[in-house]
């Protein structure tokens, strides 16, 4: 999960919706509705492809890299 955040850092109005999202599933997961947790899962995951799409067209890549070299360094053991 954290390895998907830096979408985030990008697009921060991403955040917002991801969230609504999150509950949406646990909502559904909660009540114990097969067909409501599946749909929502579907869902964010599509929105979340959608949003990845739009950074990856959008020539920040490079910035993304860097973002994301920096996170895993973080997440290293240390030697």
Excluded at 11 to 23: C, F, G, I, L
Excluded at 32 to 60: M, P
Aim: aromatic share 6%.
């Amino acid at each position: 999960m954290q390895r998907a955040r830096w979408l985030n850092q990008i697009m921060p109005e991403r955040q917002k919706s991801a969230v609504e999202e999150h509950t949406q599933i646990i909502s559904a997961l909660l009540g114990k509705d097969l067909d409501q947790s599946i749909c929502a899962i579907r869902q964010h995951l599509t929105n979340s492809e959608h949003a990845f799409e739009t950074v990856y067209h959008s020539g920040h890549m490079r910035q993304i890299s860097k973002m994301l070299s920096s996170a895993f360094a973080e997440q290293s053991p240390q030697a």
